[in-house]
Nanobody
Framework: QVHLVESGGGLVQPGGSLRLSCASSENIFRFNVMRWYRQAPGKQREWVAT???????TYSDPVKGRFAISKDIGKDTIYLEMNNLQPEDSGVYYC???????????WGQGTQVTVSS
C-alpha cells in the first residue's frame, strides 16, 4: 500500500513563501503523474500543479508564475514551492500519485496552508 505524507504547511503573511513536501513510501518513479491539489473551506478541491514522470510540469492559471513543482527521486518526494502567497491560496493542500499500470490513484492526508496578516 502506497502512503503519501504531506508536510510544510503553516501560517504565512501575504507575500510570503512556503515549501510543501509530499513523501512517498514507494519509489516515485513508479508513478506516471504526481499532482498537487488544494481545497478551501466550502469549495471544491481544485488542481494546482502536475509533474509527469519525465519532469514536465504544468500549473493552473491562479498559481502560474508563483508556484513551482519539483521532485527528488532519491528522497521519493515531490515539492511545491509557493511564492507571493495570497489569502486566496489558503486551504488544505493534497498530493496525488497516479499509477497507470495498476489504474490506481493515491492521495495524501493534506497539509493546511493559511495566508493571513
Amino acid at each position: 500500500q502506497v502512503h503519501l505524507v504531506e508536510s510544510g504547511g503553516g501560517l504565512v503573511q501575504p507575500g510570503g513563501s512556503l515549501r510543501l513536501s509530499c513523501a512517498s513510501s514507494e519509489n516515485i518513479f513508479r508513478f506516471n503523474v504526481m499532482r498537487w491539489y488544494r481545497q478551501a473551506p466550502g469549495k471544491q478541491r481544485e488542481w494546482v500543479a502536475t509533474m509527469v514522470r519525465d519532469g514536465i510540469s504544468t500549473y493552473s492559471d491562479p498559481v502560474k508564475g508563483r508556484f513551482a513543482i519539483s521532485k527528488d527521486i532519491g528522497k521519493d518526494t515531490i515539492y511545491l514551492e509557493m511564492n507571493n502567497l495570497q489569502p486566496e491560496d489558503s486551504g488544505v493542500y493534497y498530493c496525488k500519485a497516479e499509477d497507470y499500470a495498476t489504474i490506481t490513484d493515491y492521495w495524501g492526508q493534506g497539509t493546511q496552508v493559511t495566508v493571513s496578516s
